[in-house]
């Protein structure tokens, strides 16, 4: 597992709402930091996307168009054009654009379904994005920021190094 299980079993006991919120910070601070991200999807950007972290209590759909993102309990998350599962961890270094997505693929530590030309087309939306979800959720962190950065790389570089995934 890449996430520890003990921050796991935390996590599931956070209300959906307070989730929602924080998911909800996090996908505002990438818009306003990266606000043409998912200008290379074409009309890709009209379609759902579902994001299904297996070791999280939480789903997470966004539409791109919108710019919105919505959380649910895991299992309970509407159909989506495109579905992409996987430790969590390693779905945010996709994001990031420092995993190489292909060999996580190829190597079954994710699960795709739905359309793969939208699920492509992310891909290389990500790859050049530059996101650094640490440094945005340090910046989101006010006084607390370096502690919260250095916890959260931290966590990062153990999980991907115990996982056998490296930082691109």
Not at 34 to 42: A, E, I, M, T, Y
Not at 60 to 85: L, N, Q, Y
Not at 95 to 121: H, P, Y
Request: hydrophobic share 50%; charged share 25%.
């Amino acid at each position: 597992m890449l996430v520890p299980s003990r921050l796991m079993t935390a996590a599931g006991i956070v209300p959906l709402p307070i989730a929602a919120r924080a998911a909800s910070l996090l996908f505002e601070q990438v818009l306003k930091s990266h606000p043409r991200l998912f200008d290379r999807l074409g009309d890709y950007r009209y379609l759902c996307f579902g994001f299904a972290p297996s070791d999280l209590a939480f789903e997470f759909v966004i539409r791109p168009a919108g710019g919105s993102i919505r959380t649910f309990r895991r299992g309970r998350a509407p159909e989506t054009d495109a579905r992409i599962s996987g430790p969590l961890l390693l779905m945010l270094g996709l994001a990031e654009g420092r995993l190489d997505g292909d060999a996580v693929f190829f190597a079954r530590k994710l699960a795709v379904t739905g359309n793969m030309e939208a699920v492509l087309a992310l891909r290389n939306a990500l790859d050049d994005s530059g996101i650094d979800l640490v440094k945005l959720a340090g910046d989101m962190s006010g006084p607390i920021r370096r502690p919260v950065m250095a916890a959260l790389s931290s966590i990062r570089r153990r999980a991907l190094k115990a996982e056998g995934a490296g930082w691109n």
